[in-house]
């Protein structure tokens, strides 16, 4: 395993996808895994379900992490239920596609809103517990078109996940000293709810212009995760890494 048994570590956004894999590998590992969600709490004690069911160990947790009220709170009874918080994984984000010139103020800020200032939020809360071990270890999930830029009607989903990236990096410099990493895990394309959501011909397309000729698996996104956050990953900090599949061109696909 890679964690120690009493690693704990608290995954955001953990009801489906990445970050339901991402939890299902952090407890396959070792670790004790706090779920967390917002409002979809079925999904979320599904997700428990596969844990426990894998002989794994985990623990629901309520919070709209944008908001700052409700993230403290949050972090609060991790500090009273475990005292100390040795993984994050700030996955928790949403999408709201639309062409910039129809695209309201209100939809630009809800998506700059759970994706980036979550993120920042439960960054921050986690760096004051990670900071008194002096141990701690963080992993952002942004996106390859925070990178390369998004599909048309994304530029509010790009903004987010590319503010993420340089947030991370520059949080990283921040911490290092304090035996705090932090890293970013960039995806492509998964087999998602969202994704499978395309029709069949996009999903087509799309998938014949990644590299490897398909769409990622979450648990493919999940592996990386674990390794970063553990301590195979000890002299990693500050770091992007795209899982994509090898070469695909976002910008360059006009609907």
């Not at 952090?26 to 670790?31: D, F, Q, T, V, W």
């Amino acid at each position: 395993m890679l964690f120690p048994t009493d690693t704990v570590a608290l995954v955001t956004g953990a009801v489906k996808g990445i970050g339901r894999a991402v939890a299902m590998d952090l407890a396959h590992e070792g670790a004790e895994v706090i779920v967390n969600y917002r409002q979809d709490e079925e999904a979320a004690k599904e997700t428990i379900r596969l844990i426990e069911a894998a002989g794994g160990r985990a623990a629901l947790a309520k919070a709209d992490i944008a908001d700052e009220d409700s993230v403290r709170g949050l972090f609060k009874e991790i500090r009273e239920t475990y005292g100390r918080l040795d993984v994050l994984v700030a996955n928790a984000g949403v999408s709201r596609d639309r062409h910039l010139i129809t695209m309201g103020v209100d939809r630009f800020r809800e998506v700059l809103d759970v994706n980036m200032v979550g993120t920042f939020l439960t960054c921050r809360e986690a760096v004051r517990l990670m900071e008194h071990r002096r141990s701690g270890s963080i992993v952002t999930i942004s996106s390859a078109v925070g990178i390369h830029g998004g599909l048309p009607g994304q530029t509010n989903y790009a903004a987010s996940k590319g503010g993420i990236i340089a947030f991370s990096k520059t949080l990283a410099n921040e911490v290092s000293r304090r035996g705090i990493r932090v890293n970013t895990v960039a995806p492509g394309f998964v087999e998602t709810e969202m994704t499978n959501a395309l029709p069949a011909a996009r999903r087509k397309e799309y998938s014949s212009r990644i590299g490897l000729g398909r769409m990622a698996r979450p648990e493919e996104v999940a592996y990386l995760v674990s390794f970063l956050a553990s301590s195979r990953g000890s002299y990693i900090t500050g770091s992007v890494l795209e899982v994509h599949g090898g070469g695909f061109e976002y910008g360059a696909i006009i609907h």
